[in-house]
C-alpha cells in the first residue's frame, strides 16, 4: 500500500526556518516525480515545488527561498523553507506521481500524503 507521510510542520517566527519531509513507502519512488503542494485557510490547494530526475521546479512565491531535495535511498522528499513570511502560513502536502513529468496541477499526482500544517507567525 503507497503512503506519504510528511513531517516537520510547527509554527515560526517570520523570518525563521522549517524543513519538511516526505515519507513515502510501498514501492521505490526513485522515478516519480515527488512534489509539495499547500493550501491556506478559504484558498485552494497551490503548487509549490516538484524534483524529478530532470530538476527542481518552484512556484514564483517561494522561488529564491524554499529548496526541494530528495534521497532515494530512504524514499523521502524533504522541503527546506528559509525566509518564511506569514503568507506561508498553510497546510502542506506531499505528492507523488510514477510518470515523473514536473506539474503544477493537482491532477499531475496520483498520490497525496494527509499534510502537515505550518503556521508563521508575524
Known amino acids: 500500500q503507497v503512503q506519504l507521510v510528511e513531517s516537520g510542520g510547527g509554527l515560526v517566527q517570520a523570518g525563521g526556518s522549517l524543513r519538511l519531509s516526505c515519507a513515502a513507502s510501498g514501492r521505490t519512488f526513485s522515478s516519480d516525480v515527488m512534489g509539495w503542494f499547500r493550501q491556506a485557510p478559504g484558498k485552494e490547494r497551490e503548487f509549490v515545488a516538484a524534483i524529478n530526475w530532470r530538476g527542481t521546479y518552484y512556484a514564483d512565491s517561494v522561488k529564491g527561498r524554499f529548496t526541494i531535495s530528495r534521497d532515494n535511498a530512504k524514499n523521502t522528499v524533504y522541503l527546506q523553507m528559509n525566509s518564511l513570511k506569514p503568507e506561508d502560513t498553510a497546510v502542506y502536502y506531499c505528492?507523488?506521481?510514477?510518470?515523473?513529468?514536473?506539474?503544477?496541477?493537482?491532477?499531475?499526482?496520483?498520490?497525496w500524503g494527509r499534510g502537515t500544517q505550518v503556521t508563521v507567525s508575524s
Open positions: 505528492a507523488a506521481d510514477p510518470r515523473g513529468r514536473p506539474g503544477a496541477r493537482e491532477s499531475d499526482y496520483g498520490y
